[in-house]
């Protein structure tokens, strides 16, 4: 069994090679936490320094299987007229990687005492790679399943636009503009390999935080992902904040999965206090009868925040 596992996900990895490498972004269940990821835009909207670690297990009972490993920090600048962010990821799926690093920069607008728009750029450098050593050969020997590691560092940039208030959240971005059809390899002097192809994608993200009472709080919001190698698809979310401490939710994804989702938040003295670190589990699992077969998906995050004044903190933290 466990050797049909791997065949399967060496398969399965030079398929996603060339679909979830071509999104230029790793995996993950709770998008609505780490906007930052996707979406330039979003950099400096949380009127502190926050630091974000996602680790994420695809499929956990596939050998091969997705794992992600990220860093993003963002804060704002300039007496919040410009948001920073910085972004670290890397994806490895069955014998292919993929390690990037961001730069994004957002110009911040007040519209009015609620309402802030921002328009965000980034500058992104990946490094693909696929290791034929991981492989399994047809036949003993094969000096192509030797240790050979083809690699391929590309650049490449993208855009969004964020608009916020203390309770609400709109935006659209694209984070890989630039795509392989854009790029010129006749001054490379060798063949093209189109393993690692960059495709446009596109992100639109919506979510409203409401208020019921002074100890509970909802928070629904929703994701859509439109990609040009692959189907477009939509996360719909719903999450309860219980004494603005701990949160809980659930959510579907129209690839026929579900998710639930915890998260603590750690306080020293009060809810809007100088520091706030939240701890969160993420538990996605298909519907039907291929889950016994992927298994579930597991996802861990952990947030940081440095508030520069606590005096003026209004946004609730899990928004």
């Known amino acids: 069994m466990r050797k049909s596992l791997t065949l399967f996900a060496i398969l399965m990895s030079t398929v996603l090679s060339r679909s979830v490498f071509a999104q230029n972004l790793p995996l993950y269940d709770q998008y609505h936490f780490n906007q930052l990821i996707f979406n330039p835009a979003y950099a400096g909207s949380k009127n502190a320094f926050e630091t974000n670690i996602f680790v994420h297990q695809h499929t956990s009972n596939m050998l091969g ?24 990821y890397h994806d490895k799926i069955g ?94 002097g060798k063949e093209y390999d189109d393993i690692f192809n960059q495709t446009t994608n596109t992100y639109a993200t919506i979510g409203v935080l409401l208020k019921i009472t002074d100890n509970f709080s909802i928070k629904p919001d929703a994701m859509l992902k439109i990609g040009n190698n692959i189907p477009s698809q939509a996360d719909v979310n719903m999450n309860l904040i219980l004494y603005n401490t701990l949160l809980v939710g659930g959510g579907y994804r129209t690839n026929n999965s579900f998710s639930f989702v915890a998260e603590y938040m750690f306080t020293s003295t009060d809810i809007l206090q100088n520091q706030d670190a939240g701890l969160g589990y993420s538990y996605n699992s298909v519907l039907g009868n291929d889950a016994a077969f992927f298994g579930p998906s597991h996802e861990v995050f952990l947030v940081y925040r440095f508030h520069k004044n606590k005096t003026n903190i209004k946004n609730p933290r899990f928004f």
């Open 65 to 88: 299987a997705p794992t992600t490993q990220s860093f993003t920090a963002h804060l704002p600048v300039s007496n919040d007229k410009v948001g920073l962010g910085v972004k670290i």
């Open 95 to 188: 014998a292919t990687n993929a390690t990037a690093f961001a730069f994004d920069y957002a110009y911040r607008a007040h519209l009015n005492t609620k309402f802030v728009v921002a328009i965000g750029l980034e500058a992104s450098l990946t490094n693909y790679s696929i290791n034929y050593a991981e492989l399994d050969a047809f036949k003993d020997g094969d000096p192509a399943f030797g240790g050979k590691v083809d690699s391929y560092i590309k650049p490449n940039f993208g855009a969004g636009i964020y608009l916020h208030s203390n309770n609400f959240y709109l935006g659209v971005s694209t984070p890989t503009i630039l795509t392989d059809k854009n790029v010129s390899t006749s001054d490379v």
